[in-house]
Nanobody, 118 residues
Framework: VQLQASGGGLVQAGGSLRLSCAASGSISSINAMAWYRQAPGKQREFVAV???????NYADSVKGRFTISRDNAKNTVHLQMNSLKPEDAAVYYC?????????????WGQGTLVTVSS
């Protein structure tokens, strides 16, 4: 199973970016798909999660600004980030709980860098 993240880049404060992450491989099903982020010198932190049924949850720091969504047919998760702040700058990682031939496991993407200029 591979998770390929894309969509990072440089944006001014107040701007928007849309991250995407596509899962591929011998996937039977995907339960939760989530985004995490890690800023320099800090631990990786939870950003948002969406279940296979569409239930979502967000970190307090991004509520009202970020929206997570998924396309189950394409095994893809997106993160729409609006009103970006300098403190949102980080490497963003997607993660997913994937079932492969009867065995479940957690997989990570390679990360995509988001830079927010003030």
């Amino acid at each position: 199973v591979q998770l390929q993240a894309s969509g990072g880049g440089l944006v001014q404060a107040g701007g928007s970016l849309r991250l995407s992450c596509a899962a591929s491989g011998s996937i039977s099903s995907i339960n939760a798909m989530a985004w995490y982020r890690q800023a320099p010198g800090k631990q990786r932190e939870f950003v948002a999660v969406v279940t296979s049924g569409g239930l979502t949850n967000y970190a307090d720091s991004v509520k009202g600004r970020f929206t997570i969504s998924r396309d189950n047919a394409k095994n893809t998760v997106h993160l729409q980030m609006n009103s970006l702040k300098p403190e949102d700058a980080a490497v963003y990682y997607c993660g997913a709980n994937v079932r492969v031939r009867g065995t479940s496991g957690h997989y990570w993407g390679q990360g995509t860098l988001v830079t927010v200029s003030s």
